[in-house]
């Protein structure tokens, strides 16, 4: 099947500072990327949609100032998070559409201390 | 009410054993239906489409039933490498809302 890879795949970072996640379709073109976070013991959560060469879709509740998303090519969408808390620890998952079906990177897991 | 619910488990059962998930989801306009397992740590991955007529893949079977708003997999003859959890999945307009998922475990 289709190949999506995020980097990196682990990352601790202090409080206030920012933390940049690549995802990037490998063998197909993604013209739709999706950005999703899962809480312990919870379901992925939807955060934003990401179109390539347009400004991504927020889900309600999702700050867009504070989860910068760019689309710049047909594979490869990045997840900055900025002035990152410790609330902001998660799992975050990028997934790329490919037809019809949508295909998941192996996440990442953010620490903030 | 969450859009979509799942009985969060976990379903404990010996191998060879046949276990049977259940989830409901509430908006009657989704317009398809999945089913993802997810293993501890790890991204979720496609077990298979649900279909109102019912589609099997080997030892699993799933169901939907618009009427109800409710999906099913059914897991026969329960290996060890089943245990994983079982995400509940439906499609609104292009976006995927997922369960929080049932968890299963099995033993030897």
């Known amino acids: 099947g289709a190949v999506v890879s995020q980097h990196p795949s682990r990352v601790i970072c202090k409080s206030g500072t920012s933390v940049k996640i690549e995802c990037r379709s490998l063998?197909?073109?993604?013209?739709?990327m999706f950005w999703y976070r899962q809480f312990p013991k919870q379901s992925l959560m939807l955060m934003a949609t990401?179109?390539?060469?347009?400004?991504?879709?927020?889900e309600q509740g999702v700050e867009k100032d504070k989860f910068l998303i760019n689309h710049a090519s047909l594979t490869l969408s990045t997840l900055t998070v900025t002035s990152a808390h410790p609330e902001d620890s998660s799992f975050y998952i990028c997934?790329?559409?490919?037809?019809?079906?949508?295909?998941f990177g192996p996440g990442t897991r953010l620490t903030v201390t | 009410r969450k859009e979509v619910e799942q009985d969060p488990g976990p379903f404990n059962v010996p191998e060879g054993a046949t276990v049977a998930f259940n989830c409901t989801y509430s908006?009657?306009?989704?317009?398809?239906f999945f089913w993802y397992r997810q293993d501890c740590r790890k991204e979720p991955k496609l077990l298979m489409s649900?279909?109102?007529s019912g589609n099997e893949d080997g030892r699993f079977t799933a169901q939907l039933n618009r009427a109800s708003q409710y999906i099913s997999l059914l897991i026969r003859d329960s290996k060890l490498s089943d245990s994983a959890t079982y995400l509940c999945?439906?499609?609104?307009?292009?976006?995927?809302?997922f369960g929080t998922g049932t968890r299963l475990l099995v033993s030897p």
């Open positions: 997934s790329a559409k490919g037809g019809f079906e949508q295909y």
């Open positions: 063998d197909f073109q993604a013209t739709t």
């Open positions: 990401s179109n390539e060469g347009s400004k991504a879709t927020y």
């Open positions: 908006n009657s306009a989704s317009q398809s």
């Open positions: 649900v279909y109102s």
């Open positions: 999945v439906v499609n609104d307009f292009q976006k995927l809302v």
